[in-house]
């Protein structure tokens, strides 16, 4: 099974901590130059010295702010001068909690901006590279609340549905070029973001963060949150030339939680 990424260039949002580092890292991993994107610098050289460079891959990081498009832009074509991106892997922080009826309307804008506008700006830059390397990746980080929305997370629900309606779309049109088009949906994993929600959470029910934490696993078959790495490795296989057949689907990793086929 061919899952090398050898001589392929690989573009990862949100890549300085959880799951997006644990995917740049793994790509890198498997042969990859990585371009690392996220909001700190401190954080992004910190990720740069972590990526494998020993099939001889040149690694490098954009400062950027996707609440920014146009700067995150400038500074992607600058960088689409240099070289083509053969895996665009979309994965930026997810909207605040909070009940779908109190949301206000720039806090949809605000979500659809940072995934699904970026995510399309990003692919549009991207796919003439991938057409002439006859080669092309994009796999976006999601959630599984498109296949059961999750309780709390009303702006969220309906954004990443909207970017899985966007990449269904768009697998359907690049497919004739051999560009697939998936989203990865992580189920609870052990990252900073399920950490703050479990918190967040148990404080409004006013109970001890560690039942509510246990109350969270229990909800999963396996009986254990995942961690970053796992997804990682879903991401990784989607991005490879193994998985050149399968497009336009959505990758649960999230332990048999879902009751969804």
């Known amino acids: 099974m061919d899952i090398s990424l050898s001589n392929k260039n690989a ?6 901590a959880g799951i997006g580092q644990a995917v740049a890292i793994e790509l890198a991993a498997l042969g990859a130059n990585v371009t690392l994107v996220a909001r700190t610098e401190s954080a992004l050289q910190q990720t740069l ?12 990081y954009l400062v950027a702010d996707f609440s920014d498009s146009q700067h995150l832009l400038k500074q992607v074509w600058a960088l689409l001068e240099k070289q083509p991106i053969h895996i665009l892997i979309n994965n930026t922080g997810g909207p605040p909690g909070g ?13 659809y901006h940072n995934h699904l506008l970026c995510n399309h700006l990003l692919a549009q830059a991207m796919l003439p ?12 980080i999601i959630s599984t609340s498109v296949k059961e929305p999750i309780e709390n997370l009303g702006v969220s629900n309906t954004t990443r549905w909207a970017v899985a309606a966007w990449a269904k779309t768009l697998a359907g049109e690049v497919g004739q070029w051999g560009i697939t ?3 990865v949906l992580p189920g609870f994993t052990r990252t900073g973001r399920l950490y703050d929600l479990i918190e967040k959470r148990a404080t409004a029910a006013g109970v001890p963060v560690a039942a509510l934490e246990e109350e969270f696993r229990r909800q999963v078959p396996l009986g254990r949150f995942a ?3 796992e997804v ?10 193994a998985a050149a057949y399968i497009n336009g689907i959505n990758l649960p990793v999230d332990g048999g939680r879902t009751k969804s086929l």
Request: charged content about 15%; aromatic content about 6%; glycine content about 10%.
């Open 49 to 60: 010295q972590r990526l494998d460079v020993s099939q001889g891959q040149q690694h490098s």
């Open 11 to 16: 573009f990862v949002g949100g890549s300085s």
């Open 99 to 111: 009940p779908i009826l109190n949301a206000r309307p720039e806090e949809f804008l605000k979500a």
């Open 227 to 229: 961690e970053p790495e």
């Open 181 to 183: 088009v998936n989203n």
């Open 129 to 140: 590279g991938m057409q002439a390397a006859g080669y092309g990746r994009i796999i976006n």
């Open 232 to 241: 990682a490795a879903a991401v990784a296989f989607l991005a490879s030339p």
